[in-house]
């Protein structure tokens, strides 16, 4: 099993940034793929960032040019490095790794960004 734990998670202001971080422990597969989800408040959980092992990676339209997914294999790390960011980018977010074999979620962060 995989463990995931997030960090980097707190309070901006509009326009700021922030950079997320998630350690994964544990085996994991080179047919992984690493994703960054969120929740905003009373709100469904969404994909917003995912990366897979050869570092291919993918956005939703409402992140794109903003946000950026990239992963250090050595260390079992991925990270969200989030820029221009803005109210409804606000939630709980989660690092999530998907194979074959797994579906793994960590504890999340919180994102508040003030307006």
């Known amino acids: 099993q995989v463990q995931l734990v997030e960090s980097g998670g707190g309070l901006v202001q509009v326009g700021g940034s922030l950079r997320l971080s998630c350690a994964a422990s544990?085996?994991?597969?080179?047919?992984?793929?690493m994703r960054w989800c969120r929740q905003p408040p009373g709100k469904e959980r969404e994909c917003v960032a995912a990366i897979n092992w050869f570092g291919i990676t993918n956005y939703v339209d409402s992140v794109k040019g903003r946000f950026t997914i990239s992963r250090d294999t050595p260390k079992n790390t991925v990270y969200l490095q989030m820029n221009s960011l803005k109210p409804e980018d606000t939630g709980v977010y989660y690092c999530?790794?998907?194979?074959?074999?797994?579906?793994?979620w960590g504890q999340g962060t919180q994102v508040t960004v003030s307006s």
């Open positions: 544990g085996s994991i597969s080179s047919t992984s793929v």
């Open positions: 999530n790794i998907q194979s074959s074999s797994i579906n793994s």
